[in-house]
Nanobody, 121 residues
Framework: QVQRRESGGGLVQAGGSLRLSCAGS????????MGWYRQAPGKEREFVAA????????YYVDSVKGRFTISRDNAKDTVYLQMNSLKPEDTAVYYC??????????????WGQGTQVTVSS
């Protein structure tokens, strides 16, 4: 089980920014390719972004390219999602998860509680 905790969500106006964090509990995310996902009310959970273990490669869903940046600090066992130019359609609960099969791989393990992001128009 890859223990991690999401934080950093909140309420922000359209055009604003937030930085989400996914913190492991002692080298629990450091060696994994990690991804961010989101789930809006009444919708299925969708992939947002992924980063390989070293941070040298990233991958994004088209709807967030140029606005969101995924990064990691392995010394802090933490993965980040910087979200700029937020839109109301970005409103969702955001989750992080380890991936198997590379940047376009599949999330595995159980989901955490996530962090709520609400963007007002």
């Amino acid at each position: 089980q890859v223990q991690r905790r999401e934080s950093g969500g909140g309420l922000v106006q359209a055009g604003g920014s937030l930085r989400l964090s996914c913190a492991g509990s002692g080298r629990t995310v450091t060696t994994y390719t990690m991804g961010w996902y989101r789930q809006a009310p009444g919708k299925e959970r969708e992939f947002v972004a992924a980063i390989n273990w070293s941070g040298s490669n990233t991958y994004y869903v088209d709807s967030v390219k140029g606005r969101f940046t995924i990064s990691r600090d392995n010394a802090k066992d933490t993965v980040y999602l910087q979200m700029n130019s937020l839109k109301p359609e970005d409103t969702a609960v955001y989750y992080c998860a380890p991936l198997s099969g590379g940047l376009q791989g599949k999330a595995f393990g159980s989901w955490g509680q996530g962090t709520q992001v609400t963007v007002s128009s």
